[in-house]
C-alpha cells in the first residue's frame, strides 16, 4: 500500500480506495498521500476519483455491533446523507 500511495503521489494520480472500512480508519493513509502530493509536487492533491453512477449500498449493523449503534447509524443517515442524495436525484 505505501509502494502504490507513493507513486501515485509522485505522479499528482488521485489516490483510490475501496470503501471496505470506515472512512476515520482510512482517513491516516489519505492524508499521508495527500502530505506526499504536497511534497513531491509543491502542490494541492488531486481529488479523489468516482467512477460511474453512485449507488448507496448502506450496512448498519455491520460486524456485530449493537443494535443501539446501529439505530443511531440508521438515523444518523437519514437525517444527514438521504437529504444530500435525494438533492442529485
Avoid at 2 to 7: F, G, I, L
Avoid at 10 to 32: G, H, Q, S, T, Y
Avoid at 49 to 71: C, D, K, N, T, W
Amino acid at each position: 500500500m505505501d509502494e502504490s500511495r507513493e507513486a501515485a503521489a509522485r505522479l499528482k494520480a488521485a489516490m483510490v480506495m475501496f470503501a471496505d472500512r470506515a472512512w476515520k480508519n482510512r482517513l491516516p493513509a489519505i492524508e499521508k498521500w495527500r502530505g506526499m502530493c504536497r511534497e513531491f509536487n509543491g502542490a494541492e492533491p488531486p481529488p479523489p476519483l468516482v467512477f460511474g453512477p453512485v449507488e448507496a449500498a448502506s450496512a448498519f449493523r455491520f460486524g456485530g455491533i449493537p443494535y443501539e449503534e446501529a439505530e443511531a447509524s440508521m438515523r444518523l443517515f437519514a437525517a444527514e446523507v438521504l437529504p444530500v442524495l435525494e438533492s442529485w436525484a
